[in-house]
């Protein structure tokens, strides 16, 4: 008997053994989860090129404010701080005056510090939200290394910035293949506030949003005005709600 090549394909297609891998979703917990802020230093943010530097300045501050929200401990490094990179803003610095800071003297890699890595391990957390300056070279090569110590990593990805995009897609592309996670800052403070109901310790939700989304403030804005003091214009009620 002649098989028709076609026919053939497919019983193959149908009696082929289907390998499946379970999925597990990693949320990011509250009670797991710390924040790592690399070298988000004032000299540093001019090499940013990535992000308008506005819009940069904002997440890299909302990064910090997140942390300071949830009440998640906190590691700072900074690399060669005496010299052009700088030190972190102050604002920084004055949201975490007891958290360690890790002034690196060389290690390009925050994780080559013998200091940086005692003072994440310190933190007794599973799950580290990591930003900083440069994403390629600053954010990527603590995180691969953070993967390979046993942490989970979950990068904050408007919180690093870097020359160019491209530069910034090859690294986050670099660090998805090593299993970190990229999350945007919306979805970093959504998976560790899970539900409105239990909202952050120290602010109120809709604030911080806006601090790190405007148009999320924005929506809040105008519907609030609206409950408050609006009225419905002529015309208005033919559009369905």
């Given amino acids: 008997m002649k098989l028709n090549p076609g026919s053939l394909f497919t019983a193959m297609l149908v009696t082929w053994p289907v390998l499946v891998t379970a999925y597990t979703y ?87 510090s013998p200091e940086f890595r005692t003072a994440l391990a310190g933190l007794n957390r599973t799950q ?13 090569f603590a995180a691969l290394s953070m993967v390979e110590a046993g942490y989970s990593v979950f990068a904050n990805a408007d919180a690093s910035g870097t020359t160019d995009t491209l530069t910034r897609d090859l690294a986050n592309q670099r660090m998805i293949n090593a299993g970190v996670h990229l999350l945007s800052p919306a979805a970093v403070l959504g998976e560790l506030m899970r539900d409105w109901r239990t909202p952050p310790v120290a602010a109120e939700p809709w604030p911080l949003l806006e601090s790190l989304m405007a148009a999320g403030g924005m929506l809040a804005r105008s519907h609030g005005s609206a409950v408050e003091s609006g009225e419905l214009m002529p015309g208005q009620t033919a559009i369905p709600w």
């Fill in 26 to 112: 990693e949320r990011l917990d509250r009670e797991k989860a710390a924040v790592a802020i690399i070298d988000h230093q004032v000299g540093l943010f001019h090499l940013v090129r990535d992000f308008e530097p506005t819009y940069f300045r904002q997440q890299m501050l909302g990064h910090a404010r997140i942390a300071k929200a949830f009440g998640l401990p906190v590691v700072l490094t900074t690399s060669a701080q005496v010299g052009p990179n700088g030190p972190l803003p102050r604002e920084i610095i004055d949201m975490f005056p007891d958290a360690p800071l890790v002034q690196r003297q060389g290690e390009v890699n925050a994780m080559d």
């Fill in 128 to 140: 580290v939200i990591v930003g900083g300056i440069a994403t390629d070279v600053c954010t990527t």
